[in-house]
Nanobody, 127 residues
């Protein structure tokens, strides 16, 4: 069992940066691949980024490439999403999720393959 708690969201202006954190409980965090998803008002939840257990493999959605970075610190049981050059269209509730095996990009984006989810943190970007 893994419990996930996101933090770091808030209200910022376009062009600003935020770093989201996702703290995981349990001693097996380092064995899990982690992902970030987001859901904007009136839209379906979508893939943002994913990272494998070691941090050696990362995937980013095209919409955030060059602006967002995903990383993890297994000693702290935490995964991060560094968001730079934020845009109003980045406004959403951001969720972190955990799964046993990351796979390739296509499988990393599949939500039902993630076993555990956090409660989400709101990010609002004003223009």
């Amino acid at each position: 069992q893994v419990q996930l708690v996101e933090s770091g969201g808030g209200l910022v202006q376009a062009g600003d940066s935020l770093r989201l954190s996702c703290a995981a409980s349990g001693r097996t965090f380092s064995s899990y691949a982690m992902g970030w998803f987001r859901q904007a008002p009136g839209k379906e939840r979508e893939f943002v980024a994913a990272i494998n257990w070691s941090g050696g493999t990362t995937f980013l959605a095209d919409s955030v490439k060059g602006r967002f970075t995903i990383s993890r610190d297994n000693a702290k049981n935490t995964v991060y999403l560094q968001m730079n050059s934020l845009k109003p269209e980045d406004t959403a509730v951001y969720y972190c999720a955990a799964r046993q095996y990351l796979g390739d990009y296509a499988t990393a984006t599949v939500q039902y393959r993630y076993d555990y989810w956090g409660q989400g943190t709101q990010v609002t970007v004003s223009s």
